[in-house]
């Protein structure tokens, strides 16, 4: 391709896309697709709950949930300059909600503003994650216009990750089974960066399973990382799972009943469970003693969890 092919970026006012906030952005933002990229730009999967919903006595302009955890997500959004005010309302939603992650979209953010939001991620723990975002449209030529979203500030999970865990080694808290799960969940979320998935990386923790959402609360995908003996074999070796975990004994009968559709189109031998939760999986043995393996292991967790995150997904999704 030659120099003269290529196009030009230009920039286009977002004034010109969406004339106001309420009526024009907000509920653009909150249809499925745009969602999407938001999710995309902050990592996490969102399912809407609301519009325009009363929290204390002011109005979030977008209510969601973690899919993978079930915690609120509040959106607020601004096509103008951030202001004291948003911040202000930001704060009474944060102080309301025992675990939340605010999302503060606008089309500039001043410096002590985002400087706020940084100092607000310093200073609270996991429980609370506050994001500021900028959104930008570009065009090039008479294409359509292409929403853009730029993080200026979000929680810094790496320096949390690392002071926790070097706090925790410090006082003897890990066991040495703890010690391998969160070594082990660190090479797997640097491969899910690294390769890429389906589903969004999370943070390692010293623990068997990990949760990551599906597209709606109530569903979400473990992989298991386990040390000890497990149900349904009677060996001492270690074993590697991916869970569906579905909300209800209807919901897991409905998609038994298509149990041999399912296995067939995955390709895979599945475990439903009626106990100790509903949910159904895939497992192998390993051994986690044997740092050699982790790649294949991570190679087949990931793999699973693409395959159940694109058959389920859409499926999930209709129910």
Not at 151 to 178: C, F, M, Y
Not at 184 to 198: I, L, P, Q, S
Request: glycine share 6%; aromatic share 12%; hydrophobic share 40%.
């Amino acid at each position: 391709m030659t120099q003269s092919n290529l196009g030009r970026l230009e920039q286009v006012d977002l004034r010109s896309i969406w004339g106001t906030e309420d009526k024009d952005f907000t509920p653009w933002l909150a249809e499925e697709y745009n969602l999407g990229l938001l999710g995309d730009a902050i990592g996490i999967e969102l399912a809407l709950e609301a519009q325009e919903e009363a929290v204390g006595p002011f109005r979030a302009d977008i209510l969601c949930k973690d899919t993978a955890n079930g915690s609120w997500v509040l959106i607020e959004n601004q096509l103008e300059r951030t202001d004291h005010t948003h911040l202000g309302q930001l704060l009474t939603y944060a102080s309301g909600l025992q675990a939340v992650t605010i999302v503060w979209i606008s089309r500039k953010f001043t410096e002590e503003h985002r400087a706020a939001l940084d100092w607000l991620n310093e200073i609270t723990d996991d429980t609370f994650k506050f994001f500021g975002l900028e959104i930008e449209a570009w065009k090039i030529g008479d294409s359509n216009a292409a929403p853009k979203f730029n993080i200026v500030s979000k929680p810094n999970d790496w320096h949390r990750e690392v002071s926790r865990g070097a706090s925790q080694l410090n006082r003897g808290e890990l066991t040495e089974g703890q010690k391998i799960q969160l070594d082990f969940w660190t090479d797997f979320r640097t491969y899910v960066d690294d390769v890429g998935a389906e589903f969004k990386s999370v943070k390692p923790q010293p623990q068997n399973w990990l949760n990551f959402g599906i597209g709606r609360t109530g569903f979400s995908i473990s992989p298991i990382a386990s040390l000890g003996r497990q149900w349904q074999t009677v060996s001492d070796s270690h074993e590697l799972r991916v869970d569906l975990w579905l909300p209800d004994r209807a919901t897991c009968d409905a998609l038994r009943a298509q149990s041999e559709e399912i296995a067939s189109a995955l390709k895979k031998d599945l475990i439903w469970h009626d106990s100790r939760g509903f949910r159904l999986s895939v497992r192998r043995e390993a051994d986690f003693h044997d740092k050699s393996k982790w790649p294949e292991y991570i190679q087949w967790l990931v793999g699973g969890m693409n395959d159940f995150y694109k058959y389920f997904r859409p499926i999930i999704r209709t129910l």
